[in-house]
């Protein structure tokens, strides 16, 4: 259903004049012939930039994603309007018949279906985005499911190896870099254990996010939402010693509201996050990612006897459906609590 707040009467659109579309100011035609007004004919065969740039500042300010995932949707879509544009087609008079060409061609050039099924998301956020605006009649997305994939299982640390990770910056870093820059990645390292955190999330968040008395932080994740995620007493002392002794030494004459910053004051980068979680896992054997310490959080906490729903909440998952990628350690818990336990269970 097309949302009412958000819907125009299509003489907004400019039929047989020229104007500027609703809300992201996307140019239209004038017509130099009196015709039936159409929606479809509001942008030209040239005109899918337009299109794209509005759906980009929807998602920008409507949907407030992050910038890599814009970014993300941008290539798809720019993907999807070359594909179009080959076929004489643009992204308003797109049929269903299109998107599925464009999928086999995807597939026919050993794109994967993780990749398909992601460019196939964007899609169908534009042609959402269309319908609001009433720029289309119809979806072409509708109907078309999404290529099936393997559930590959996230890999994850052994506690054995979180714990040698979570000494690396000690064993590693101290003998060779400034001191307080030890004490940070290890409070980095604690905290996206601890609360499973996404790289961007441990770069953008605040020093007033962090409540150490009550032993929680307050994270900014996807679409700007807010959550709270609960600190062990590994992650408080962590983050007690590097506020004490070591993040004054890198902030120097700066003024930051940063929690975890670089040299000089400087934010992080996320690669550098990612070298720094990569050098200090070399004591485990295994080349780690900060995402594999998410995952190696939401895998301990299921193992232990965590719910589904509580580490939902941590992960910061919007929709349960992704987090039951953890339901088979669940499930193999419960078979060795009822094997142990249940007194007929037991093998005689």
Known sequence: MVDAQRARPLESYGCNHTGRGWGFGIPLITFSKPRV???LNVVSSEGNAPVIAGFLDYLKVEKGLAPLTVSAYATDIRQFSGFLRAHKRTLLDARRGDVRNFLEELFSNSVDGRSVGRK???LRHL????LLDRLIEHDPTLNIDSPKQWKVLPKSLALEEMAALLEGPRSAFAHRVAQALARRDRAML???????????????VNLADLKL???????????DKERIVPLGKGAQQALSEYLRSARAALLGQKNSTLL???RGGRKLTR????????LASRSTGRRASPHMLRHSCATHMVENGADLRTVQTILGHADISTTQVYTHLA???????YQKYHPRAKAR
């Open 37 to 39: 007004c159409g929606i």
């Open 271 to 278: 690669q550098r996050v990612w070298q720094m979680v990569r």
């Open 120 to 122: 196939l998301s964007a």
């Open 190 to 204: 604690e905290v996206l254990y601890a609360g499973g955190l996404r790289v961007s999330e441990v770069v953008g």
């Open 213 to 223: 008395d009550g032993g929680y932080l307050v994270v900014r994740g996807k679409g």
């Open 127 to 130: 042609y959402h985005y269309l």
């Open 260 to 262: 975890f910053l670089g």
């Open 331 to 337: 499930l193999d818990r419960l078979k060795t609590v």
